[in-house]
Nanobody
Framework: QEQLVESGGGLVQPGGSLRLSCAAS????????MGWFRQAPGKGREGVSS????????WYADSVTGRFTITRDNAKDTIYLQMDNLKPEDTAVYYC???????????????WGQGTQVTVSS
């Protein structure tokens, strides 16, 4: 069974950093585009970042460009989202996802993780 399991969420002060991890099981990362989405209370799910299958090309939402970095480790079947200079508006549940198209759109996702809460507050 194909699964994605996120970890690394938590509470952090504005300006702080967190690193999210997403481990895949039941499939090999090297054949899929991967990405992160988030959903804040009362809002729809939005794309945050995605990474290509072969050349590690990356896409970022304008709101996180320059602050977030997505990376992948195919040997460990894991992707990461390094989040720096976090802002209160980054507060959301963050979801890992995979699909066959890059940049990864929500409509192209074939497997979703269960989500991890990120709260940015003083």
């Amino acid at each position: 069974q194909e699964q994605l399991v996120e970890s690394g969420g938590g509470l952090v002060q504005p300006g702080g950093s967190l690193r999210l991890s997403c481990a895949a099981s039941g499939f090999t990362l090297g054949y899929y585009a991967m990405g992160w989405f988030r959903q804040a209370p009362g809002k729809g799910r939005e794309g945050v970042s995605s990474i290509a299958t072969d050349d590690d090309s990356a896409w970022y939402a304008d709101s996180v460009t320059g602050r977030f970095t997505i990376t992948r480790d195919n040997a460990k079947d894991t992707i990461y989202l390094q989040m720096d200079n976090l802002k209160p508006e980054d507060t959301a549940v963050y979801y890992c996802a995979t699909g066959r198209r890059f940049p990864l759109l929500a409509s192209d996702v074939v497997v979703w993780g269960q989500g991890t809460q990120v709260t940015v507050s003083s």
